[in-house]
């Protein structure tokens, strides 16, 4: 008998050689039906597969992230098996699950390929499926993996082979159809219902330019029908929502190839947006004691050389700015951190001086791929509202944990209430991609670690997702869509401190090294813009809005009391415009509702006479007459933050 842990901690006992499905089984067979994998021992494995020894198990459906994982990448082997069917002869690539579906590489040869194809694959992918086909796990030798795939004339299949280890090849079949796999898959093609193949790209094998460039077939599937149709209709709105396209009908941001690819540029109503959530988060920090602190665009190599930016990050900067003295160059800085610790340096720091708070909102340079860049969401050039605490070793978990509630005190403000924080911890298997000790990396983690427990905050901990110096809490916020978006994160560092030999003196009069927390809310401002644009659909919080009224009068003989009461909100902080185009009040109105212009105010003979405005809210319709003493208190209660 082996023992098997649940995940809420219960142990039950089973036959050696039992499987996920059969321990699903003797749960419920409700739950039996929708197990598509199981996480045994913290590794994904097929429910068919027989656990030996005691174990771990989570059984694993469509609601968890692996369970999703599992489902697309089975689907990737669906598509396959529908083509090799139709088109005899296709050689295949790779086929992973991604965030949003699955995609595979394929080789049709001379054929010629495109969406126009879709819909004979989709049908075959359903027919396929409805043979319920079971995904069959196979281990084979290195050479007969070579054997199998050279009869089939797949070189892509071979060039993979070529890096495995022999005794750790895995095929898996299913109807017709054998690959290269190591798995995990779903029972068999039964649970898939749905399908929707979205999009079709080129991509290089390997990556590699210098390779044969493979078509790249994106697909989706679900378990249910329904599904596929709230998803499809989640991308109709995701497009509506596009902060690319929200961006420029608001007049926000834009990009010019000649300032250069991935370089916004903020107009007036973006930045006076942009400026306003700097204040929002600079007032706040003033709050919580921090500084803040300006320094350079640039800086010498030698910082980052020391920092270990330049040896991790060098290949993604831009090119070294080389002066005209011999040897001397400068980087566009790729992040802020270096230069905080030559401020902390700039002068003997004692134990009673921590903790030392620098906030900075510094622009920074990454030379993205041209083909990576996305609207705002992924750019060369941008703002983080960077923060470095210098702390003692024993501050750390009381700092940490007042910049938690600060994160939190942003997505309440901005209206994100659906999140879950990510602690992302080193790769245990691979600590060649760090810097630093063994032991203060153990430090380091069980602070951050023992801060969201203590905060209650509910978490997932990822591995090999921490930065290189140090672990950190992500917080992956959802947005109106469903859509998962990482936004702000705080990182405790060791390392760095350590590299630049910062130090203070403690109570015993002795030398200490303090210890670094990396922070930033926001992330970066041009992201988090983004996000927000999507998450809120243009329609900002009144107190965000670059304009929160328009004032509409009836005709050109209203204008001048249209004046007065925009000089009179001006006067009382609240900005808006006055539409002075010669065109019927019913254009205006859905003009302004178009802008999403937060609050319209009607001005006509009786709004005149009375020394009224007729209001009416973006969405919602009118709400009546108010005087302005009315409108503005409705404006001042709303705007409260």
Request: charged share 30%; with cysteine; proline share 4%.
């Amino acid at each position: 008998m082996i023992n098997i842990t649940l995940p809420d901690g219960s142990v039950r006992q089973y036959e050696q050689g039992t499987t996920a499905h059969q321990i699903a089984l003797s749960i419920s067979e409700g739950l039996a039906r929708n197990v598509l994998a199981a996480e045994v021992n913290g590794e994904v494995w097929d429910s068919s597969r027989p656990i030996e020894t005691d174990s771990s198990v989570k059984l694993l459906t469509w609601n968890d992230t692996a369970g999703k994982s599992t489902f697309w990448h089975s689907s990737a082997h669906l598509m396959a098996e529908a083509l090799e069917a139709l088109y005899p002869g296709t050689k295949f690539g790779i086929g992973p699950a991604i965030e949003t579906g699955f995609y595979y590489d394929v080789d049709f040869g001379d054929r010629d390929f495109s969406s126009d194809n879709f819909k004979e694959i989709e049908a075959k992918m359903l027919e396929l499926a409805k043979q319920k086909e079971v995904f069959e796990r196979k281990s084979v030798s290195k050479a007969d993996a070579i054997e199998y795939f050279t009869e089939k004339g797949d070189e892509y299949k071979l060039d993979l082979i070529d890096g495995l280890e022999d005794g750790k090849i895995t095929f898996y079949t299913q109807g017709h159809f054998t690959d290269l796999c190591r798995g995990p898959h779903i029972p068999n093609t039964g649970f898939i219902k749905a399908v929707k193949l979205m999009n079709v790209a080129g991509a290089y094998w390997r990556g590699d330019e210098n390779k044969k460039q493979l078509t790249r077939i994106y697909g989706v599937t679900f378990p249910k029908a329904s599904e596929l149709t709230d998803y499809l209709h989640m991308i109709e709105e995701a497009k509506k929502r596009d902060h690319r396209k929200l961006g420029k009908e608001l007049e926000l941001f834009t990009f010019s190839e000649k300032v250069g690819m991935g370089l916004p540029m903020w107009l007036p109503k973006g930045t006076a947006l942009r400026e306003r959530l700097v204040n929002f988060l600079a007032k706040a920090q003033a709050k919580h004691g921090y500084e803040q602190v300006v320094t350079p665009h640039i800086g010498h190599k030698n910082l980052y050389v020391t920092s270990g930016h330049y040896e991790k990050y060098g290949k993604d900067s831009f090119q070294p700015i080389k002066t005209p003295q011999e040897g001397e160059e400068f980087f566009l800085k790729p992040m802020n951190c270096p230069h905080h610790c030559e401020l902390y340096k700039f002068k003997p720091r004692s134990y009673k001086d921590l903790p030392v708070r620098f906030a900075e909102f510094g622009t920074v340079y990454r030379y993205e791929q041209s083909g990576e860049l996305h609207g705002l969401t992924r750019v060369r050039g941008f703002t983080q509202d960077d923060a470095h605490l210098f702390c003692r070793p024993d501050q750390v978990k009381e700092e940490f944990m007042k910049v938690i509630d600060l994160v939190l005190h942003v997505f309440k403000s901005l209206g994100f209430s659906d999140y879950v924080a990510q602690i992302s911890l080193r790769d245990p298997e691979n600590k060649t991609k760090y810097i630093g000790s063994d032991e203060n990396w153990k430090l380091a983690e069980a602070a951050i670690v023992e801060a969201a427990a203590e905060k209650g905050l509910p978490t997932v901990v990822e591995l090999g997702e921490a930065a290189f110096y140090g672990p950190k809490l992500d917080f992956m916020v959802k947005d109106a869509l469903g859509r998962k978006w990482q936004l702000g994160t705080i990182q405790v560092d060791y390392n760095l401190p350590e590299r630049f030999e910062l130090e203070y003196t403690g109570s015993d009069n002795m030398k200490h090294r303090p210890v670094m927390i990396h922070r930033a809310p926001f992330g970066s401002l041009e992201r988090f813009v983004a996000v927000l644009i999507e998450h809120c659909a243009g329609n900002f919080p009144l107190w965000l809005s670059p304009e929160q009224y328009i004032i509409l009068p009836i005709s050109e003989k209203y204008e001048e009391y249209a004046k007065k009461v925009s000089d009179e909100l001006n006067n009382s902080d609240i900005r808006g415009l006055i539409d002075f185009r010669d065109e019927k009040i019913g254009r205006k109105i859905r003009d302004a509702e178009v802008k999403k212009l937060p609050y319209m105010l009607i001005i006509g003979e009786k709004e005149l006479a009375e020394g009224k405005v007729s209001v009416r809210k973006h969405g919602e319709g009118d709400l009546g007459e108010m005087t302005l003493a009315e409108f503005s208190a409705l404006i001042i209660k709303e705007i409260t933050v």
